[in-house]
Structures are given as structure tokens and as C-alpha cells.
């Protein structure tokens, strides 16, 4: 009996440090994670993102932050001429002027569509997300990527009045409008194919 009591409070302890430990552990080596270089096309998004002033977002707590400063912005689920899926590996928030083109891209698409809406796949990601991301989806950004900062939104391509198909007709109208902006120095935008989405990034004008 003595013999068991002293080995249970042996293994409870052991067992605790392992799951305190497994906790404290980051998922990614940021030092890894700064050494990869963007392409030259990706590269205006980042430095667009920066331009904010908002920090590479690396937990819950970074966005909490920024939040609580009012810094990021809520977005809906539903607005006009979008929609958000659930986010499994990203949160619905933005920073101030994000939030404002994504309404604007919305509503221009809703009005030249006679009221479709497409579909945002993905906002504001930490390192941890990007990271659990990357476990289930090996095209997730390996170094930085402008979702770390607040400021970048996936809008996909196949995805229109909650179907997910292909519509080359309201691809063709959504694109229009991204060129729309981007023309007017708003915005930049990536057709990611692996992805099936339009990345984009809104500029600090």
C-alpha cells in the first residue's frame, strides 16, 4: 500500500509537466518562419500590411490586443454581396480600413450581379494558426504572410450564391471589381489557382 501511494504522485507529476510543456511550446519557429523571402509578387502585400502598424499577430493574445485597442474591426458573418464561411484556421477581424474595401468590394459586386454574393474563405491568422494550417494543407504560406497582420482576405472563385461550383460568369464580374480597386490604388490582389481563391491585400492610402 505504501508503495502504491508514492508511485501515483510520481506519475501525476510527470504527466503534468509533459502537458504544461506541450502548452508553452510554440507550434513554429519564428526565426525560421522570418528567413523565407517573399516573391516579388507577394511582396507588396506584406510591406502594404506593415504599413499599419500592427505587429506580426502571433496568438490569441496579440489580436486580443488590438482588439481591445480598437485597432481590428469585427466582420460579419453576412453582409451585402458577401458571405463568410467558418473559420477553422482564421478570425473575423480586420483592421479598420480592410474591413472598410471588403463592405465596398461587396457591394459593388452585389450591384453589378443584381444582388450575388461570393464567399470570404479566410481573414486575420496568427503564427499559431498559420501553423495548424499547414498540417492539413501543405500550400499555406511557409514564412510570413500578410494575414498576420490584419490586413488580407481570401475571397473565393467557386463559391457564389452559396454554391460551390464553378461560375466563370460572376468569376469573370468579381474579378472586375478587384481590378476596379486595384486600378484606384486600394488594393492587391493574387488568383491563388491551388486555392481556388483571389487573395487580397488593401493598401494603407
Same mark, same amino acid.
Given at each position: 500500500?505504501k508503495k502504491f501511494l508514492l508511485?501515483?504522485?510520481?506519475?501525476?507529476?510527470?504527466?503534468?509537466?509533459?502537458?504544461?510543456?506541450?502548452?508553452?511550446?510554440?507550434?513554429?519557429?519564428?526565426?525560421?518562419?522570418?528567413?523565407?523571402?517573399?516573391?516579388?509578387?507577394?511582396?507588396?502585400?506584406?510591406?502594404?500590411?506593415?504599413?499599419?502598424?500592427?505587429?506580426?499577430?502571433?496568438?490569441?493574445?496579440?489580436?486580443?490586443? =488590438?482588439? %481591445? +485597442?480598437?485597432?481590428?474591426?469585427? /466582420?460579419?458573418?453576412? $453582409?451585402?454581396?458577401?458571405?463568410?464561411? !467558418? *473559420?477553422?484556421?482564421?478570425?473575423?477581424?480586420?483592421?479598420?480600413?480592410?474591413?472598410?474595401?471588403?463592405?465596398?468590394?461587396?457591394?459593388?459586386?452585389?450591384?453589378?450581379?443584381?444582388?450575388?454574393?461570393f464567399t470570404v474563405t479566410s481573414?486575420?491568422?496568427?503564427?499559431?494558426?498559420?501553423?495548424?494550417?499547414?498540417?492539413?494543407?501543405?500550400?499555406?504560406?511557409?514564412?510570413?504572410?500578410?494575414?498576420? =497582420?490584419? %490586413? +488580407?482576405?481570401?475571397?473565393?472563385? /467557386?463559391?457564389?450564391? $452559396?454554391?460551390?461550383?464553378?461560375?466563370? !460568369? *460572376?468569376?469573370?464580374?468579381?474579378?472586375?471589381?478587384?481590378?476596379?480597386?486595384?486600378?484606384?490604388?486600394?488594393?492587391?490582389?493574387?488568383?491563388?489557382?491551388?486555392?481556388?481563391?483571389?487573395?487580397?491585400?488593401?493598401?494603407?492610402?
Open positions: 500500500m508511485i501515483i504522485p510520481v506519475i501525476f507529476s510527470h504527466t503534468f509537466h509533459g502537458q504544461k510543456s506541450a502548452k508553452s511550446s510554440p507550434c513554429y519557429d519564428l526565426n525560421e518562419v522570418l528567413k523565407v523571402e517573399p516573391t516579388p509578387l507577394y511582396k507588396p502585400h506584406l510591406d502594404a500590411s506593415k504599413s499599419f502598424n500592427v505587429k506580426i499577430l502571433k496568438t490569441t493574445g496579440t489580436v486580443q490586443k =488590438y482588439i %481591445n +485597442s480598437g485597432k481590428f474591426h469585427s /466582420v460579419n458573418k453576412k $453582409g451585402k454581396g458577401y458571405r463568410v464561411q !467558418k *473559420l477553422d484556421y482564421s478570425r473575423a477581424w480586420l483592421v479598420s480600413k480592410a474591413y472598410l474595401n471588403l463592405e465596398r468590394i461587396g457591394n459593388r459586386f452585389s450591384k453589378n450581379t443584381g444582388g450575388a454574393y481573414i486575420t491568422r496568427t503564427l499559431e494558426d498559420q501553423c495548424k494550417l499547414r498540417k492539413v494543407n501543405s500550400n499555406a504560406s511557409l514564412g510570413i504572410s500578410s494575414h498576420n =497582420y490584419g %490586413n +488580407s482576405f481570401d475571397i473565393s472563385y /467557386v463559391r457564389f450564391n $452559396g454554391v460551390h461550383r464553378p461560375n466563370p !460568369k *460572376l468569376e469573370s464580374a468579381l474579378e472586375k471589381v478587384l481590378k476596379y480597386y486595384y486600378d484606384a490604388r486600394r488594393i492587391y490582389y493574387i488568383k491563388e489557382k491551388q486555392q481556388s481563391c483571389f487573395h487580397v491585400t488593401v493598401r494603407n492610402y
